[in-house]
Nanobody, 115 residues
Framework: QVQLVESGGGLVQPGGSLRLSCAAS????????MGWYRQAPGKQRELVAR???????NYADSAKGRFAISRDNAKNTVDLQMNALKPAAPAVYYC?????????WGQGTQVTVFS
């Protein structure tokens, strides 16, 4: 089993920044990729960014140029730096880690960008 614990969500004004962190623990052997997804009310969960243990990254188009994902393999953490946040419906950001065919999710942390 893998446990993922997120932190760092909250309220922020448009144009502001937030940094989300996810700590993985448990049987983490074989986790090659970790990522962040978000889900707004009534919408499907969607990829924001992901990173491999070699540092390869993928970003949603909406995140390119504003968000940066990073990973500390020694600490088993993955962070998402979000800059220039835009007004949007509140969304819950989830940390994700696939492992040997299983998908692990954190409990989520809410991000609200308000005017």
């Amino acid at each position: 089993q893998v446990q993922l614990v997120e932190s760092g969500g909250g309220l922020v004004q448009p144009g502001g920044s937030l940094r989300l962190s996810c700590a993985a623990s448990g049987s983490i052997f074989g986790i090659i990729r970790m990522g962040w997804y978000r889900q707004a009310p009534g919408k499907q969960r969607e990829l924001v960014a992901r990173i491999t243990n070699g540092g390869g990254t993928n970003y949603a188009d909406s995140a390119k140029g504003r968000f940066a994902i990073s990973r500390d393999n020694a600490k088993n953490t993955v962070d998402l730096q979000m800059n220039a946040l835009k007004p949007a419906a509140p969304a819950v950001y989830y940390c994700h880690a696939p492992q040997l065919g299983k998908h692990y999710w954190g409990q989520g942390t809410q991000v609200t960008v308000f005017s």
